[in-house]
C-alpha cells in the first residue's frame, strides 16, 4: 500500500488546497486539473507546464490511477462491455452503448447492490461497499482511454456524448460520492459532459430525490417497473420502504418551477407480471394524477440464468406502448443492446467469479 494520495476524484478546490499545503501557487490547482481531466494524462512527467520540482513533488506525493481492465467483450452491434478491477480487487462493469455518431457510457456506483430487485443480476449480488467519487470518474476515463477520447473533445465532436448512471449499484444509497463524481465529470474545463447528457437512474430512494439531482443538475429516471403498490412491491422488496406515492410526490417536489425538468420512467416488460392493458390504464391514471412531465423507456427483459421472470410478448409490447402513447406519453421501446454478449448487467462478473 502507498501513503501518496489518489488524485483522481478530489475536487478542484481539494487539489488547490494540497498544492498550497506544498507551498505551490493556486492557479497550479488549474493546470494540473487540465491535465488530469481535459488531457487524460496519467504520467506526470509529460505534464509540459509544470516546472521540473514540481512534477518531482507531485510524483512523491500523489497518484493518477485508473481501475484494471480485466475482461472486455464488444458485440457485433459494437456495444463494449468493461470488467472493473479497483485498487482493493473488487469489481464492476461498465457498458457503452454506441448509436450513430454518440453513445452512452452506463458507470457503476457501487460493488453490488443493497436493493435486491428480483428482476436484476446485480441484486443477487449482495452489497460490498460503495464506490469512492474517483472510482466512479475514473470508469468514464477508462472509456475514452479505450475511444482515444483525450484531450475532451468539442461537445459536437464528442463520441461518449452521454451517461447514464444506472450500472451496478444504487447511486442514491452512495449520494456524497455520486454528486462529488458527477461535479467532476461536467466540470467545464475537464472532461465538460453536459449535465442535460447526464441521467440518473435510481429504483425510488424517496428522500434523497430531490436533493441529489439538485445538488448535480442531471437528468432523473425512476425504475417504476409497476404501476402499483402491490406488483411493484413483489418486483422491488424496497417498495415497502418507498412507495410509489412518496417517489412520485418527490418528482413532482423536482419538477416545481423548472418546466425544463423531464422524468424517463423505466419500465421493463414483465410476461403476466405488470403487462397488461388494464397496468397499462393504471399506469396511466397515475401520471394523470401527479401531473408529471414524462416519458417511459419500455425494456424487453432480458433473462439471465436463475431468474424468476419471462419477457413479455412482442404483442403485448406494442399494445402498452400504444396506450401509452394515445394518453399523450412518449413511450419508445428500447432495443436490445449487446445480445451476443453478456449483456444484463452484473453477468461478466458473476461468469468471471466463477470462473
Ligand atoms: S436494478 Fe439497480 S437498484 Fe435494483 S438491484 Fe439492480 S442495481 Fe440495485
Given at each position: 500500500m502507498t501513503d501518496k494520495t489518489e488524485l483522481i476524484g478530489l475536487s478542484k478546490t481539494e487539489i488547490q488546497e494540497k498544492l498550497i499545503q506544498m507551498g505551490e501557487k493556486p492557479f497550479r490547482a488549474k493546470q494540473l486539473w487540465q491535465w488530469l481531466y481535459f488531457h487524460g494524462e496519467t504520467d506526470f512527467d509529460k505534464m509540459s507546464n509544470l516546472a521540473k520540482d514540481l512534477r518531482q513533488k507531485l510524483k512523491n506525493n500523489f497518484t493518477i490511477t485508473r481501475p484494471k481492465i480485466v475482461a472486455e467483450q464488444v458485440s457485433k452491434d459494437k456495444t463494449r462491455k468493461w470488467l472493473l478491477e479497483f485498487q482493493d480487487g473488487q469489481r464492476v462493469e461498465m457498458v457503452y452503448i454506441p448509436e450513430d455518431d454518440r453513445g452512452a457510457v452506463c458507470i457503476s456506483t457501487q460493488v453490488g447492490c443493497a436493493v435486491g430487485c428480483r428482476f436484476c443480476h446485480t441484486g443477487s449480488q449482495k452489497l460490498t461497499r460503495n464506490l469512492t467519487a474517483g472510482e466512479i470518474v475514473s470508469q468514464f476515463m477508462v472509456a475514452r482511454d479505450t475511444y482515444g477520447e483525450w484531450p475532451s473533445p468539442t461537445a459536437e465532436t464528442r463520441y461518449l456524448s452521454n451517461i447514464v448512471v444506472?450500472?451496478?449499484?444504487?447511486?442514491l444509497h452512495n449520494p456524497e460520492n455520486v454528486i462529488k463524481a458527477l461535479n467532476i465529470l461536467t466540470d467545464g474545463e475537464g472532461i465538460a459532459i453536459s449535465r442535460r447528457r447526464i441521467t440518473m437512474s435510481t429504483s425510488g430512494i424517496a428522500p434523497k430525490i430531490v436533493s441529489t439531482l439538485k445538488a448535480t443538475g442531471v437528468r432523473l429516471a425512476i425504475s417504476?417497473?409497476?404501476?402499483n403498490n402491490q406488483i411493484r412491491s413483489k418486483i422491488m422488496p424496497i417498495n415497502d420502504r418507498f412507495p410509489i406515492e412518496e417517489i412520485l410526490k418527490a418528482c413532482q417536489e423536482y419538477q416545481s418551477g423548472d418546466g425544463s425538468r423531464y422524468i424517463t420512467f423505466e419500465y421493463l416488460m414483465l410476461k403476466d407480471v405488470n403487462d397488461s392493458l388494464d397496468n397499462a390504464r393504471e399506469l396511466i391514471a397515475l401520471m394523470k394524477k401527479y401531473k408529471l412531465r414524462a416519458s417511459f423507456n419500455l425494456i424487453p427483459f432480458n433473462p439471465w440464468p436463475g431468474c424468476i421472470f419471462q419477457p413479455s410478448t412482442e404483442k403485448n409490447i406494442k399494445a402498452f406502448a400504444d396506450a401509452l402513447e394515445k394518453a399523450g406519453f412518449a413511450a419508445p421501446v428500447r432495443v436490445a443492446r449487446g445480445q451476443d454478449i453478456l449483456a444484463a448487467c452484473g453477468q461478466l462478473k458473476s461468469q468471471k467469479e466463477k470462473s
Amino acid at each position: 500500500m502507498t501513503d501518496k494520495t489518489e488524485l483522481i476524484g478530489l475536487s478542484k478546490t481539494e487539489i488547490q488546497e494540497k498544492l498550497i499545503q506544498m507551498g505551490e501557487k493556486p492557479f497550479r490547482a488549474k493546470q494540473l486539473w487540465q491535465w488530469l481531466y481535459f488531457h487524460g494524462e496519467t504520467d506526470f512527467d509529460k505534464m509540459s507546464n509544470l516546472a521540473k520540482d514540481l512534477r518531482q513533488k507531485l510524483k512523491n506525493n500523489f497518484t493518477i490511477t485508473r481501475p484494471k481492465i480485466v475482461a472486455e467483450q464488444v458485440s457485433k452491434d459494437k456495444t463494449r462491455k468493461w470488467l472493473l478491477e479497483f485498487q482493493d480487487g473488487q469489481r464492476v462493469e461498465m457498458v457503452y452503448i454506441p448509436e450513430d455518431d454518440r453513445g452512452a457510457v452506463c458507470i457503476s456506483t457501487q460493488v453490488g447492490c443493497a436493493v435486491g430487485c428480483r428482476f436484476c443480476h446485480t441484486g443477487s449480488q449482495k452489497l460490498t461497499r460503495n464506490l469512492t467519487a474517483g472510482e466512479i470518474v475514473s470508469q468514464f476515463m477508462v472509456a475514452r482511454d479505450t475511444y482515444g477520447e483525450w484531450p475532451s473533445p468539442t461537445a459536437e465532436t464528442r463520441y461518449l456524448s452521454n451517461i447514464v448512471v444506472m450500472g451496478m449499484g444504487e447511486p442514491l444509497h452512495n449520494p456524497e460520492n455520486v454528486i462529488k463524481a458527477l461535479n467532476i465529470l461536467t466540470d467545464g474545463e475537464g472532461i465538460a459532459i453536459s449535465r442535460r447528457r447526464i441521467t440518473m437512474s435510481t429504483s425510488g430512494i424517496a428522500p434523497k430525490i430531490v436533493s441529489t439531482l439538485k445538488a448535480t443538475g442531471v437528468r432523473l429516471a425512476i425504475s417504476l417497473h409497476a404501476p402499483n403498490n402491490q406488483i411493484r412491491s413483489k418486483i422491488m422488496p424496497i417498495n415497502d420502504r418507498f412507495p410509489i406515492e412518496e417517489i412520485l410526490k418527490a418528482c413532482q417536489e423536482y419538477q416545481s418551477g423548472d418546466g425544463s425538468r423531464y422524468i424517463t420512467f423505466e419500465y421493463l416488460m414483465l410476461k403476466d407480471v405488470n403487462d397488461s392493458l388494464d397496468n397499462a390504464r393504471e399506469l396511466i391514471a397515475l401520471m394523470k394524477k401527479y401531473k408529471l412531465r414524462a416519458s417511459f423507456n419500455l425494456i424487453p427483459f432480458n433473462p439471465w440464468p436463475g431468474c424468476i421472470f419471462q419477457p413479455s410478448t412482442e404483442k403485448n409490447i406494442k399494445a402498452f406502448a400504444d396506450a401509452l402513447e394515445k394518453a399523450g406519453f412518449a413511450a419508445p421501446v428500447r432495443v436490445a443492446r449487446g445480445q451476443d454478449i453478456l449483456a444484463a448487467c452484473g453477468q461478466l462478473k458473476s461468469q468471471k467469479e466463477k470462473s
